[in-house]
């Protein structure tokens, strides 16, 4: 696996470790809709949570969530969308970004 593969990896374990620390239900993890994909899907008792996660080794270039750009949000939005459609759930919905250094 790739180096940078390889700090995403362990970038999300975190942020499932942290989300769960929150009392929040992981209920999946990178789902794929055409080329769109949510990193996790959780849930709480009021939202369903779709969080995107953002891992870098350092803020030399700037802060990880400074990485998620108009094109990006308005795809995870997309996917949200059809994962909501796709699994008939009727629960406000909330995006969340984690960054981690």
Wanted: overall charge neutral.
């Amino acid at each position: 696996m790739a180096q940078h593969n390889e700090l995403g990896k362990r970038g999300e374990e975190e942020a499932v470790r942290y989300l769960k620390s929150k009392d929040y239900k992981i209920v999946c993890r990178n789902w794929r809709f055409y080329g769109y994909e949510i990193d996790i899907v959780a849930e709480n008792e009021e939202f369903i949570v779709f969080v995107e996660v953002k891992t870098r080794t350092s803020v030399q270039w700037g802060n990880p969530v400074g990485f998620v750009n108009k094109l990006r949000m308005r795809r995870m939005l997309d996917a949200a969308d059809h994962y909501l459609i796709e699994m008939d759930i009727d629960k406000p919905a909330r995006f969340d970004i984690i960054g981690l250094v």
